[in-house]
């Protein structure tokens, strides 16, 4: 509804409701008026009729008495009047017909308590009946005592009766007069108030609601701002005023809003595709096959992708919330991974080859992408780890390397890998100035078991050939197949002995049966041997010199082997003949033992020999040890030489023994014994055929002895010390010690090498050294024996350096047993003296 029309509807319903309030209020205040003038009049006129009836009663004049009363009934509203006894009996009545009358049977009387209630306060009482229509005036008389009583007077009671009804209406119809005269005023007043408020309010409110309504309609702002009313000074002016600026402010920030709505409608396009596109980069991640992983700022996996899970094996609950870390290799030092994250987090990326672990402990290798991304601000919030599965191409690489070195058809190192080990071997010889050999192979008639057989059974023939070659390396050699028939051996640290005697094991080897699946095979293989740097000084020149010699050994007899130097032919075959001898000697009895005695320097009293192995040949005669001992060792004849020599030994001694001579015997091991597992056993079974003490055996080991195998060093040492058997180190200073570990063998002795003891009264080097072993050997408990004393002068510095024994030619060369006991009798003799 508009407001010019609800405005009269509304001043009208107020006017009504207004002036039936004002009605109402008139009628109840009119109702209450007649009561209290009614009550007033009442309390006004009924003490004095109540004293002048009471003394017309006393006076005994009850006729004017009752004449008052009727009197009374013309007074104004009065509808009835009565004197009633103390026993509420009607004596007077205005109205003739209630004289006499008990209470009881009065009607519309006030309750008989209000009569007691005044008499017992001798004052009047005035009441409105409930339905407030009627009033009671009820007042104390005094009455003589009825005749024939003797008390002085009585309680009677004046009652009158008000009738309120007739007034009362009377009162309202006033009122609804009244009513109808203001009602009037006040519609009048109503119809100016809106025909003021329809011309300064209304219309302009209306002109006000139209604008905006047309300004709110899209409408052009001149033509809203067209239809305000003129500003003025009352509110609607200011508000006409203030509406026309807020138009025109809401029209610039509508232009504005429009604006804004324009670029946030391109925004939510550009979300909308920036979504699409984080949903098409969520399928693709999903779908990489490359493992995805995504960790926050501190290291923390947030997120991984299938591949992840199938490259590592881990499933996503097991990774997140957790550092990559937990994928660290061994392979990798903590270093390599803190390089890493630093360069990518500098540069933004890092790219590189890092090994997994996988779920289970296996090794991958992985092409690792790992790029940084940050936020507005510049500060790094992720990042992402694209991780591709380099396996395949390991296994291509680890292929490949396969093909380019070793032989396919045998899985031999082929001829380039041959060159290049061959080359650093080369150098490694010559910066240690060592010697090298190298063996080419070619196998007799092999073109014949092809021809015959078939190259099916060639081929089976070179792989059978090539495994027994693998079978007969040795630590530190190398085996290579160079093409066709022909194989290579290539050994290191190697002189023309061991080059002759490894040839000789290695043709046994391959010259042997076959048993193909076709049938059996018998084939002859034949070596030449070159060496470095006797023949040549590269690799190629190596290689030409063994072909050349492999091709005179053909020529000469198939099955054996020839050096490309004639002089290295003779050398070899004198050694083959020299360790044909030795096999021989040992049977013999070619072999004896000497004895070099081993004196205290401080006493000089012979306490021990040391006993070495000597070779008479009936025909070369004397044969140093320093050419059949190698020879011995290479071609494993040591082990039976160095049981032989610890029977004999043992058993001399316990010979001395019983002739009164207090002596032990030192016995020097060869690697090749310590490395036995049974020498405790032979060396105990040794001391026992001889009946000789445990303590009086002395076993000397060279420290590279005890250093090829420590564990087992330890173990043969700590078992032979149980036994009792004395432990020493022979030639001490010349090997590579190692004094952590020479605190852990149970060793009794140090020897002094006889190089250092040479020129110790002259060498200020060797004096140093050999007072550095005895210091040594005094705080680990052990005792020192110095070898090489041929002077008096070593002998006495020996002594100033409180050296516990010596053995040299200052006392005696190595003798035969029998001269022994003359050596120490000599030596007692000048303690004697």
């Not at 009047?124 to 005036?137: C, H, I, K, N, Q």
């Not at 991640?285 to 991984?304: C, G, L, P, Q, Y």
């Not at 028939?485 to 190697?494: M, S, Y």
């Not at 290295?568 to 021989?584: K, P, V």
Request: net charge negative.
């Amino acid at each position: 509804m508009k407001l010019r029309h609800g405005l009269p509807v509304a001043l009208l319903a107020f006017a009504s409701l207004l002036g039936l309030g004002f009605y109402l209020t008139d009628r109840v205040r009119s109702a209450a008026e007649v009561e209290q003038q009614v009550t007033s009049l009442a309390a006004f006129n009924g003490d004095r009729l109540a004293a002048e009836v009471e003394d017309e009663i006393i006076a005994g004049d009850s006729a004017a008495a009752e004449r008052t009363l009727v009197r009374l009934s013309a007074m104004p509203h009065l509808r009835q009047a009565m004197v009633l006894d103390d026993r509420l009996r009607v004596q007077l009545a205005s109205r003739f017909n209630r004289k006499g009358a008990d209470f009881a049977s009065l009607p519309g009387m006030p309750p008989a308590e209000h009569f007691a209630a005044a008499g017992l306060r001798m004052a009047g009482e005035v009441l409105l009946s409930p339905e407030r229509t009627t009033l009671w005036s009820i007042y104390p008389l005094r009455l003589p005592p009825p005749p024939g009583e003797l008390r002085a007077t009585r309680v009677g009671y004046l009652y009158l009766e008000y009738d309120l009804g007739v007034a009362k209406d009377l009162a309202r119809w006033e009122a609804g007069r009244r009513f109808l005269v203001i009602g009037a005023g006040i519609a009048l007043l109503c119809l100016l108030l809106w025909a003021v408020l329809d011309r300064l309010v209304a219309r302009r409110l209306q002109a006000l609601s139209d604008a905006a309504r047309a300004f709110d309609g899209g409408r052009a702002k001149a033509e809203a701002l067209a239809q305000l009313p003129k500003p003025g000074r009352d509110e609607i002016g200011r508000l006409s005023a203030a509406l026309a600026g807020m138009m025109d402010e809401i029209g610039r920030h509508q232009e504005t809003l429009a604006a804004s709505n324009a670029a946030l409608s391109r925004e939510i396009d550009e979300r909308r595709q920036a979504e699409a596109s984080l949903r098409l980069a969520a399928q693709v991640i999903a779908s990489s096959n490359d493992a995805i992983m995504i960790t926050d700022a501190e290291h923390r996996i947030i997120r991984v992708n299938p591949a992840f899970t199938r490259i590592n094996g881990y499933e996503a609950d097991e990774v997140v919330g957790k550092p990559p870390a937990m994928l660290r290799s061994s392979r990798h030092e903590g270093a390599f991974y803190e390089r890493m994250w630093q360069e990518a987090e500098i540069r933004g990326m890092w790219q590189g080859e890092v090994w997994h672990t996988r779920k289970g402990g296996e090794q991958i290798a992985l092409w690792h992408s790992v790029t940084t991304l940050r936020d507005s601000a510049g500060r790094l919030t992720h990042y992402v780890i694209v991780s591709s599965d380099l396996s395949r191409y390991k296994e291509a690489e680890e292929r490949i390397r396969f093909l380019a070195n070793f032989d396919l058809l045998t899985g031999l190192p082929n001829r380039v890998m041959l060159q290049e080990r061959l080359h650093r071997s080369i150098e490694e010889a010559a910066f240690d100035r060592e010697e090298l050999a190298l063996i080419l192979l070619n196998v007799d008639r092999f073109q014949a078991v092809n021809d015959s057989l078939g190259p099916g059974a060639g081929d089976e023939l070179l792989q059978a050939i090539a495994a027994r070659l693998g079978t007969a390396i040795q630590e530190g050699e190398m085996a290579a197949r160079m093409g066709a028939d022909e194989f290579a051996v290539l050994l290191p640290r190697c002189g023309v002995d061991r080059a002759a005697w490894r040839a000789q094991q290695l043709l046994g080897d391959l010259c042997r049966r076959y048993d193909l699946s076709t049938q059996p095979v018998e084939v002859t293989v034949t070596a030449g041997i070159s060496l470095f740097p006797h023949d040549t000084r590269d690799g190629a020149g190596l290689l030409r010199d063994a072909d050349a010699a492999a091709r005179h050994a053909k020529e000469a007899e198939r099955g054996g082997f020839r050096f490309f130097a004639p002089e290295m032919n003779a050398q070899a075959l004198d050694r083959f003949a020299l360790e044909n001898d030795l096999r021989h000697a040992l049977a013999a009895g070619q072999l004896f033992l000497a004895y070099q005695p081993q004196v205290e320097v401080a006493g000089g009293r012979v306490v021990g020999v040391e006993a070495l192995v000597r070779w008479q040949h009936p025909e070369k005669g004397l044969i140093s040890p320093a050419r059949f001992i190698p020879v011995a060792e290479e071609s494993g004849l040591i082990l039976s030489l160095g049981d032989w020599v610890l029977k004999e030994a043992t058993r001399q001694t316990a010979r001395w023994q019983e002739q009164g001579l207090d002596l032990r015997v030192a016995v020097n091991l060869s690697a090749l014994q310590f490395r036995q597992s049974q020498l405790p056993t032979q060396v105990k079974a040794a001391l026992e055929e001889a009946g000789l003490a445990a303590h009086r055996l002395e076993l000397e080991i060279t420290e590279s002895t005890l250093m090829d195998n420590t564990e087992q060093a330890i173990s043969h040492l700590w078992e032979l010390s149980d036994m009792g058997v004395q432990l020493a180190i022979d030639d001490f200073g010349t090997g590579y010690s190692s004094l952590a570990y020479l605190k852990r063998f149970p060793l009794q002795r140090l020897k002094i090498d006889q190089a250092f003891v040479r020129d110790l009264s002259t060498d200020a080097n060797d004096a140093a050294i050999v007072t550095a072993i005895v210091g040594l050997a005094r705080s680990l408990g052990m005792q020192v024996t110095a070898e090489g004393v041929e002077t008096a002068e070593q002998l006495a510095y020996l002594a100033d350096l409180s050296c516990d024994e010596y053995q040299g030619y200052y006392c005696s060369r190595p003798i035969p047993a029998g001269d022994i006991p003359e050596v120490v009798a000599r030596q007692a003799n000048l303690l004697e003296v």
